[in-house]
């Protein structure tokens, strides 16, 4: 009942800037994320956690993937290198969504 609806494009970043402390030694090819809680925080040890926006991703797929979320039609972006030129964005095409109204997922802290 909600296909006459103006389609939604949900808009999320699937990568992560991998950073370590001066101090740390971490090969971020082969070495796990150490993540620990911290107060109401999940951080990482001597690296980016890396969840900045796994969030708004799992949100987006989330929503595509419940049959009980009633939406109009849906389109989720997923890009990535927004922190060092946006690659991900402007390497998209024109013609590759339909919807007028993007939602993008990413919160930044002020």
């Given at each position: 009942?909600?296909?006459n ?71 989720v ?5 927004e ?18 109204i ?9």
């Amino acid at each position: 009942g909600m296909e006459n609806r103006k389609p939604v494009v949900l808009q999320a970043h699937l990568d992560m800037v991998p950073q370590k402390n001066n101090d740390t030694v971490h090969d971020f090819t082969k070495d796990p994320i150490q993540p620990y809680i911290d107060g109401e925080w999940v951080k990482a040890r001597g690296t980016t956690l890396g969840a900045d926006n796994g969030i708004g991703m799992a949100s987006a797929l989330a929503v595509l993937a419940d049959e009980n979320v009633v939406h109009g039609p849906l389109e989720v972006l997923l890009t990535m290198t927004e922190e060092a030129g946006m690659d991900g964005a402007f390497g998209l095409q024109s013609n590759w969504l339909q919807a007028d109204i993007l939602i993008n997922t990413l919160r930044r802290r002020r």
